[in-house]
């Protein structure tokens, strides 16, 4: 598998490809994330595990080490200081490895989430993990005890959630009933509490004829939605 870094510094120009790295013999890069830095990227390699790219000189990236191998294919990942989360795709062993890259030469498990999470990872802060579920909606995992895993709390939503995206407290979801999910996590004490509150947006099941109708009435409640997440992303940049 390979690594393409662009340069998209003009938002008018097409992105330019400027380098590409390779990751491991044998591996399939399926997912990245990189650190708040942008000096490392972390890729779930499929096969060839967890690879780290030092992105120091974008034009000259360089994969670190031998990366770390998780025992099944690594397909989402997610980084939040110096944890990593990244999941597997074996149904039987599936789960989200808990990875302390504070060298990231020498990655080490130090625990893991059993199950089938695989839509996108995000984190909350470096305590809670933010796991998809196609049957229990989102998942909040306490990571206060990376070692040992807790779930501190689910959000039941209509459909499976298939990917999650965070900015501040709130949290969107990509769900099988062709809806929006947004979660507003509000946390109690440095913990998240039992009074999390869900807002749909945008809505999209129903017939093809159902939908057609309703895509008008939610275009304009969605169209704000992508404009606050926007007008986020900016402000935490």
Not at 29 to 45: Q, R, Y
Not at 189 to 204: E, F
Request: no cysteine.
């Amino acid at each position: 598998g390979k690594v393409m870094v662009f340069d998209v510094s003009d938002p008018n120009a097409a992105p330019t490809l400027v380098a590409t790295v390779a990751t491991a013999v044998g591996g399939n890069a399926s997912d990245i994330a990189i650190n708040e830095a942008g000096t490392l990227a972390f890729v779930a390699d499929n096969n060839g595990g967890v690879q780290v790219i030092d992105l120091t000189d974008p034009l000259q990236p360089a994969r670190l080490g031998k990366g770390l191998s998780l025992g099944a294919g690594a397909i989402r990942i997610t980084v939040s200081g110096n944890r990593v989360l990244a999941s597997t795709s074996s149904q039987e062993a599936a789960q989200v490895a808990v990875i302390d890259a504070t060298n990231p030469l020498a990655m080490i498990k130090v625990g893991y989430i059993s199950g089938v999470f695989d839509g996108a990872l995000d984190t909350f802060g470096d305590r809670y993990a933010l796991l998809p579920s196609l049957a229990l909606g989102l998942i909040v995992v306490d990571l206060i005890n990376p070692v040992v895993p807790v779930i501190a709390h689910t959000v039941d939503t209509p459909g499976g959630v298939t990917s999650v995206a965070r900015v501040g407290n709130r949290v969107y979801l990509g769900d099988t009933a062709a809806i929006l999910d947004i979660v507003d996590l509000f946390p109690t004490g440095g913990a998240v509490a039992n009074n999390q509150q869900t807002a749909l947006v945008g809505g999209l099941a129903g017939t093809p004829a159902e939908r057609n109708t309703k895509r008008m009435a939610d275009l304009s409640r969605l169209k704000m939605t992508l404009m606050e997440l926007l007008l986020k992303l900016r402000l935490n940049r």
